[in-house]
């Protein structure tokens, strides 16, 4: 979708950021009608399964991890300052959690 490059998308002022997940709030709110659609009667356990928990669960993960990025950015309310390759493609294998190092309690001689 070309959105990568992005990778500070959400560092916009507060309005700018009101304004995104409002607008991306609503873009995905018929992914999740199926939650309160659905009858409660009539229909067999596995279709209210379906259609009240598996298919509004996927599609809303999926438009939350996959397009709300691409939708704010074609509405204009993200931070579109193309971040430089060499940042997107380092990786930080510092370990920040590494014991400290080992140091013998004998007594020397």
Known sequence: MGTRKYAEF???S???TVKRILFC?????PLLSGIFLCPKEG???WH????KVVVPITLGNFYLFGCSKYVALKAG???TTISDASSLLTC???NDFSPAPHTSRRKSA
């Open 43 to 45: 229909i067999t356990w």
């Open 14 to 16: 507060l309005p700018t």
């Open 10 to 12: 959400h560092q916009t």
């Open 25 to 29: 709030s609503m873009c995905g709110l």
């Open 77 to 79: 309310l993200i931070n």
């Open 48 to 51: 209210k399964l379906l259609f």
């Open 92 to 94: 930080d294998t510092t």
